[in-house]
């Protein structure tokens, strides 16, 4: 834990102390790919005949980003923040239930930079590096589900490697605007009550770790200094 | 292509894209197995609570299922006593343990009415009923780090066990998990519910739990059960297994999923061809499976304070008509382990109630005969196809659950609460979980 702070302070460090600073902020759509939520899913719909309609596998969220980034030389680095909630429902007469997951990352984000002069780019990568954070949580007939009063919920998390592809849009001298896609892989995440939340089980559909990987789309304005400085 | 053009080009890949992505999504299967996917037939040996849920598993994906009962009735450990009371009694398992289930869903989507059990326990003790004891004995075995001694023996550890104030306390802790003190392990108890995530919570069925079954997972499979077939046989050395009943009528299947209740197993009553692994021969008689009984006495006033814990004769009496719609005083005797046996030992219904009543005597000042007008004895340990009440973790019963539950060349599978390796051994629920992991186990061996 000491390490990853002492990691996190290096990253907000980075990005605050270049010699430009911009702000960004996106939306857009995500999809996850979750094989042990899949599992425990599609274990659920099979094994319950009375419900007239299965619950969707989690995927479409929808997607919301900040960063602030800083410039060193050649390089934009920032620290990028996101968030996106995704829901699966099945509906059934009396029986109405439905999936909650939010996602959250924590990202340091690296960009390389051509040199002022050089025309272009048209696209920009960048690569991410960070944490995520998620949480699921079951409604079922529009109240949380609770066991024992406590709030049924499954945290989750892990280490994550992305990469985004941008295209840059220009609006006027401080402000522009990118589409972006991009995709990241957590090798390892880890959610040891996903089970009991989808499935009303621990230990018989799916591990409590596997692995993600989210990909996305969608676009992002931007206000830089950077472009202010340029011009002066 | 300049700039803008790239642009325009971009945002209309980006929107196409997504739309790819939400139908190839769309065509991803949300099933484990569907209709189709197994073209075999199933034969399902038991009747009970995972025997009933897997043929009708099986039967809603399209598969040739038969189940074979060795009792005149389905249901197994679940089922019902009418007309009794004013209000229907469950003669076997009654309390759903916790609503995080697979059958919480089910009450839900088929508006089941259940009600919290919130009734208030007095424990004999010291010769008075008492709201509480020094010692909490349920919460001083729900620790993580007892040993593997039997109850009795952690409790004599501690002080509080044979021949003290708490010793029938302690019995009732035991009979809470299907067991005699002397038999059940501290340590494995807990360890084996390591995975429990329904709920501590227990919820009452306003009708019964077997109306759950009957009126939502028997009718699909109705047509499927062969009740009075007693199996004595199952042959699996061919390509296809043959069972074979007290009658000699042979059934053949490709897979057979055994669900009956663990003493069956332990007392070799279905001969096996080949014989199984001396393993889980071994497992299935290290899994304790102990006597159990329920007492229903009616009287015509409650002189009782609710539930009462504590008792020599019976350790666990319960007020039924909590959660009920009616106005019968029915007071239940859970009686398990050593208790039950020594009341079966009697030898009779009436000497049961006899002896129970004079317990009630000796706590209420003889209000108990004075009230009574009713009894019925439910002995499990006495059903010739059922033998106990359900499993429990014995003192050095490590893995065994676990071989006893692992299926053989993937053909011959093992179904039942007995069978659960996911904390819910003991419950209906668990039952129904093993009825999921072996269906689950049918599709995938032919995928």
């Known amino acids: 834990m000491k390490k990853w702070y002492v990691l996190m302070a290096c990253m907000l460090a980075g990005a605050l102390t270049g010699s430009s600073q911009g702000f960004f902020v996106g939306a857009g759509f995500q999809q996850h790919y979750i094989p042990e939520y899949d599992k425990a899913i599609r274990s659920y719909n099979s094994g319950r005949p009375y419900l007239e309609e299965d619950h969707a596998l989690i995927g479409a969220a929808t997607y919301l980003e900040a960063s602030f980034w800083g410039r060193v030389k050649q390089w934009n680095s920032g620290i990028q923040l996101s968030h996106s909630y995704s829901r699966s429902r099945s509906e059934s007469c009396n029986f109405n239930t439905k999936l909650r997951f939010h996602q959250v990352q924590l990202s340091y984000v690296l960009r390389w930079l051509p040199k002022p002069d050089t025309p272009g780019p048209w696209y920009y990568f960048d690569l991410h590096v960070g944490a995520t954070g998620t949480e699921l949580s079951r409604m079922i007939n529009g109240g949380s589900v609770s066991v024992d009063d406590e709030p049924l919920r499954a945290w989750g998390g892990g280490g994550q490697l992305g990469l985004t592809f941008s295209f840059p849009i220009e609006i006027n001298k401080n402000r522009s605007g990118e589409l972006f896609a991009g995709a990241t892989f957590l090798p390892y995440f880890y959610s040891p009550n996903a089970e009991p939340v989808i499935h009303q089980t621990k230990g018989l559909t799916s591990e409590e770790s596997g692995h993600m990987i989210t990909w996305k789309i969608g676009i992002r304005a931007c206000y830089s200094e950077k472009r202010k400085q340029r011009t002066e | ?146 040993p593997d001694v039997s109850f009795l023996d952690y409790a004599d550890q501690q002080g509080w066990g044979r021949g003290s104030a708490y010793e029938y306390i302690v019995e009732w802790a035991a009979g809470d998990q299907g067991a005699g003190a002397e038999a059940i392990s501290a340590f494995w108890n807990i360890k084996e519910e390591e995975n429990w995530s329904s709920g501590e919570a227990d919820f009452k069925f306003e009708q019964t739990f077997f109306d759950l079954f009957n009126n939502h997972v028997v009718p699909t499979i109705a047509d499927r059960i062969r009740t009075n077939t007693v199996v004595n046989r199952i042959d699996y050395s061919g390509s296809s297994i043959v069972v074979t009943d007290q009658q000699g009528q042979t059934y053949t299947a490709d897979k057979v999923i055994v669900s009956v209740p663990l003493p069956i197993l332990q007392d070799g009553d279905i001969q096996f061809t080949p014989a199984l692994p001396s393993a889980k021969v071994a497992a299935f008689q290290k899994l304790g499976m102990g006597p159990g009984m329920k007492v229903f006495l009616k009287f015509s006033e409650a002189f009782y304070p609710g539930n009462i814990v504590g008792g020599a004769v019976c350790a666990a009496y319960a007020d039924e008509r909590e959660g009920k719609s009616g106005s019968d005083h029915v007071l239940l005797a859970f009686v398990m382990g050593t208790q039950a046996q020594k009341l079966t030992d009697l030898g009779s219904d009436q000497a049961i109630i006899n002896a129970l009543l004079a317990e009630l005597d000796d706590m209420f000042d003889g209000a108990a005969t004075a009230a009574y007008l009713d009894g019925r004895v439910q002995n499990w340990t006495t059903e010739p196809f059922v033998r106990g009440a359900y499993s429990y973790a014995t003192v050095g019963v490590g893995e065994s659950r676990k071989t006893a539950a692992e299926p053989i060349e993937d053909r011959l599978l093992f179904a039942g609460e007995a069978m659960n390796l996911n904390g819910h051994h003991q419950t209906v629920h668990g039952a129904v979980e093993t009825a999921i992991r072996e269906v689950t186990r049918i599709f995938e061996s032919a995928q």
């Open chain 2, 1 to 146: 292509m300049n700039r803008k053009e790239f642009l325009h080009k971009s945002a209309y890949g980006a929107l196409g894209a997504v739309a790819l992505s939400q139908w190839l999504w769309a065509c991803r299967k949300t099933e484990l197995f569907e209709e189709g996917d197994y073209s075999g037939k199933v034969v399902v040996i038991g009747a009970g609570a995972a025997g009933l849920y897997a043929a009708y598993l099986l039967r809603s994906k399209g598969v040739e299922v038969e189940v074979l009962e060795a009792a005149d009735r389905y249901g197994g450990r679940l089922g019902k006593l009418e007309g009794f009371a004013d209000y229907p009694l469950d003669l076997g398992a009654q309390w759903l343990h916790g609503k995080n289930s697979i059958l919480g869903d089910l009450i839900k989507r088929t508006d089941t009415a259940i009600s919290r059990d919130n009734s208030e326990s007095r424990f004999w003790f010291e010769g008075e009923l008492k709201r509480s004891t020094p010692v909490d004995i349920a919460d001083a075995f729900s620790k993580e780090d007892l």
